[in-house]
C-alpha cells in the first residue's frame, strides 16, 4: 500500500507567505490525531503567487493545493487525508485532471528545475533517486574521456546563462587547452538584478545539480580546486549548499580520486559575497575571492589562461551548470532538440513586476515574449494594459508592447536594444512611467559602480542628475540629447560589463517612448501620473460629498471646506503628496 505523503514548499517565497506556520500545523494536526502520512519538505516548484504550496500523494495520484494558510491546511487535511476527498476548489494543478494552473505547469519544459519542488533538497538519496549523480558515474564507469565530455557540451549547444551568453563547450575547451597543476571551476551564484531570483531557487531547491554540474566541469578541464560565489543575502541557499557538501564528502563525491577516477582530486568551498553588484562580472568576481576588493581588471588574459590566483579558471553561472548532467545523461541531440539554430535548450525566467502569475518559469528557447508574459504569466494585473518588458536588469533594456513578438533567444532579444541577461523579467503595465524606471535601474548602477573607471563613475551619476531634474518637472531643452552623448561615451570607454551596459535601460526607453521623456520635459507632464512634482490634484465637485477625510490627512493643510460641502485645494500649499487621492473613497480627487 502506498504511504501518503503530504509535502510542504519551503522555499524563500514560501516561508515568506507563511508556509513555515503551514508546515507546523500540519505537523501538529498528524501528532495530536496521530495520522498516518508522511510529512516531507521540499522548496519552490516556482509558483511564487500561489504560495504556500502544499502537495498531497497518495495511492490515486498526486495533488497540488495553493494558498495553504493555516486554516486552509487543516481543511485539506482534514477532508483529504481523513475523508479522502480531495478538494476540488483548492487545487492548482494535478496530472489527473484540469486544475487552475494547468497551463502553467503544462507549458514549460523542465531540465533546470526537473527536480526543483519535487523533492527534498537537502537529502542527497533523494537526489540520486532522480538520477543524480548518474552522469558522473556515467563518465566514470565509461572511461569518457576529458576532450569528449567537452565535445558533448558543445554539440549541445548549451551558452552561458548568466547574461553573456558565451558557448559554455568552447569556455571548457579554452580551460582545459591551459595545462598547469592547478586550475580552478568557479560558480558565480552573485545574482544581483532587481527582480532576478532563478539561481536562489535553484539553489534551494536542487543544490547537488549545481555541484555536479561542477564536479563535470571540473574533471572535463581537468580542475583541482572549486568555489562557489554566493551573495551572504541568500543565506537558505547558502545553508542548502553546505549541507549538500557535507553529504556529497561524507559520501566521497568530493576529495581524493572521486567516482574512482584516479587522480581526480576535486572539492568545492563557499565564499560569501557582501552584495556588490560589480561583482557578479568574473575579473571583479575573482579579486573579491582573492580577498581584494572586488574591481574588475582589463582582459586579456582571460580567466581560462589567469584566472583564480592567476591560474586557468572556467566560470559558469548557476543554471548554467544544473543543466550539464541532464545532457551528460541525455546526449547533446536530446538538448539540442529544444531552442532555436544558435540558442538552444531551455531558459529559465523569473516573472516579476505587474503580471498575475510571478515566479519562476522554464520554457524552451523560441518562445514569444508574449506567450511567456499572457500564456504563463496570466497577463497584466488588474487587467491593465502591457506596456513594456524589462529584460536583464540594469544591463539590459525594456522592450515594448509592440515588439512582443519577439522570440525569446539571444539574438533576438539583442537586436531589440535589450539583453537576456541572467532571466528577469520584469514586466510593466500602462501606469508605469519609462522615464522613472530609466532613472530607477541607473540609480542602482551608478550606486553599483567600482569607480575605477572615470566613464562609469562620473559619467552615470550625470545621466542620473538629468534623469533626476526631468523626472521633478525640470527639464530643459537639450537633455535628451545629453543623455544619449552620454550613453554613447560610458558604453564605448568603461571597463567592464557594469559600464558598458549601464546606459541601456536609457537608450531602449529613448528609442521606445521618448515621447514620454518629451512630455515630462516640453509639457512638465507624466503621461503615466507617476513622477509627483509633475501632478496636479483637484477636486471633483460631483464626486466630492464634504467627507474631510482628505483635509484631515493632508501634511500641508492645503485642503478646504466646510462638512458635506464640496472641497478645495489651494495649488500654492500642495506639496503633492497623494495623500487625498490614496484616502478618498468617492473617486473625488482627479490627477491631472
Known amino acids: 500500500m502506498t504511504t501518503t505523503k503530504v509535502i510542504v514548499g519551503l522555499g524563500s517565497c514560501g516561508i515568506a507567505a507563511g508556509a513555515g506556520k503551514t508546515y507546523e500545523k500540519i505537523k501538529a494536526l498528524k501528532d495530536s490525531e496521530n495520522l498516518g502520512f508522511e510529512l516531507k519538505k521540499t522548496s519552490c516548484v516556482g509558483m511564487c503567487y500561489r504560495e504556500p504550496l502544499v502537495e498531497i500523494i497518495d495511492e490515486t495520484g498526486s495533488y497540488l493545493y495553493g494558498d495553504v494558510d493555516e486554516a486552509r491546511a487543516i481543511e485539506v487535511i482534514q477532508k483529504h487525508i481523513n475523508q479522502h476527498e480531495p478538494v476540488k476548489d483548492y487545487i492548482v494543478y494535478t496530472d489527473l485532471f484540469p486544475a487552475a494552473e494547468s497551463d502553467y505547469m503544462d507549458s514549460q519544459v523542465k531540465i533546470v528545475l526537473r527536480n526543483c519542488g519535487y523533492m527534498d533538497p537537502e537529502s542527497i538519496e533523494e537526489y540520486e ?45 579554452l580551460a582545459y587547452g591551459n595545462k598547469s597543476e592547478e586550475k580552478y571551476v568557479i560558480c ?16 534551494e531547491g536542487d543544490p547537488h545539480a549545481v555541484l555536479e554540474g561542477m564536479i563535470i566541469a571540473a574533471y572535463a578541464i581537468e580542475a583541482t580546486g572549486g568555489v562557489i560565489y554566493c551573495r551572504a543575502e541568500y543565506p537558505l541557499a547558502i545553508k542548502r549548499l553546505n549541507i549538500a557538501l557535507d553529504q556529497a564528502r561524507k559520501k566521497g563525491y568530493l576529495g581524493k580520486n572521486i567516482f574512482g577516477i584516479a587522480g581526480f582530486h576535486f572539492d568545492i568551498y563557499i565564499k560569501e559575497g557582501a552584495g556588490a553588484f560589480v561583482c557578479g562580472e568574473e575579473t571583479a568576481l575573482m579579486a573579491s575571492i582573492e580577498g581584494e576588493r572586488g574591481m574588475p581588471r582589463k582582459r586579456p588574459p582571460f580567466p581560462a589562461a589567469s584566472g583564480l590566483w592567476k591560474k586557468p579558471t572556467n566560470i559558469n553561472n548557476v ?158 531643452a537639450g537633455d535628451i540629447e545629453k543623455l544619449e552623448e552620454l550613453s554613447h561615451q560610458i558604453k564605448e570607454n568603461s571597463l567592464c560589463g557594469l559600464g558598458q551596459t549601464a546606459p541601456n535601460p536609457v537608450l531602449t526607453t529613448l528609442k ?70 490614496t484616502k478618498c473613497k468617492f473617486s ?3 490627477v491631472e
Request: glycine content about 12%; overall charge positive; aromatic content about 8%.
Open 129 to 173: 533517486l532522480r538520477e543524480g549523480y548518474k552522469a558522473i558515474r556515467k563518465i566514470a564507469d565509461e572511461k569518457i574521456m576529458h576532450e569528449a565530455v567537452i565535445r558533448t557540451i558543445l554539440d549541445s549547444g548549451l551558452r552561458g546563462r548568466g547574461g553573456g551568453g558565451f558557448p559554455t563547450g568552447l569556455k571548457w575547451k
Open 188 to 203: 558565480n551564484a552573485d545574482e544581483g538584478d532587481p527582480g532576478a531570483f532563478m539561481d536562489r531557487s535553484i539553489l
Open 319 to 476: 543554471e548554467t551548470y544544473a543543466n550539464v548532467p541532464w545532457i551528460i545523461l541525455n546526449g547533446a541531440t536530446a538538448y539540442a532538440k529544444y531552442g532555436t539554430e544558435k540558442s538552444k535548450g531551455t531558459k529559465v525566467f523569473a516573472l516579476a513586476g505587474k503580471v498575475k502569475r510571478s515566479g519562476l518559469v522554464e520554457v524552451p528557447m523560441g518562445m514569444t515574449l508574449k506567450d511567456v508574459i499572457f500564456k504563463l504569466g496570466g497577463g497584466i494585473k488588474n487587467d491593465k494594459r502591457f506596456k513594456a518588458v524589462q529584460m536583464g536588469g540594469p544591463s539590459g533594456g525594456c522592450i515594448p508592447e509592440f515588439l512582443a513578438h519577439t522570440i525569446v533567444d539571444y539574438d533576438s532579444v539583442t537586436a531589440t536594444g535589450a539583453i537576456m541577461g541572467s532571466g528577469g523579467m520584469v514586466v510593466m503595465d500602462e501606469t508605469t512611467c519609462m522615464v522613472d524606471v530609466a532613472k530607477f535601474f541607473l540609480d542602482f548602477t551608478q550606486k553599483e559602480s567600482c569607480g575605477k573607471c572615470t566613464f562609469c563613475r562620473i559619467g552615470t551619476k550625470r545621466m542620473l542628475e538629468i534623469l533626476d531634474r526631468i523626472t521633478k518637472g525640470e527639464g530643459k
Open 512 to 581: 521606445y517612448f521618448r515621447d514620454e521623456y518629451e512630455a515630462h520635459i516640453t509639457a512638465k507632464r507624466c503621461p503615466a501620473k507617476v513622477c509627483k512634482p509633475l501632478l496636479t490634484y483637484t477636486v471633483i465637485p460631483e464626486n466630492c460629498t464634504g467627507c474631510m477625510v482628505c483635509a484631515r490627512n493632508c501634511p500641508s493643510n492645503a485642503i478646504t471646506g466646510e462638512k458635506k460641502q464640496v472641497h478645495l485645494i489651494h495649488q500654492e500649499l500642495c506639496i503633492k503628496c497623494g495623500a487625498c487621492f
Open 588 to 590: 473625488a480627487i482627479l
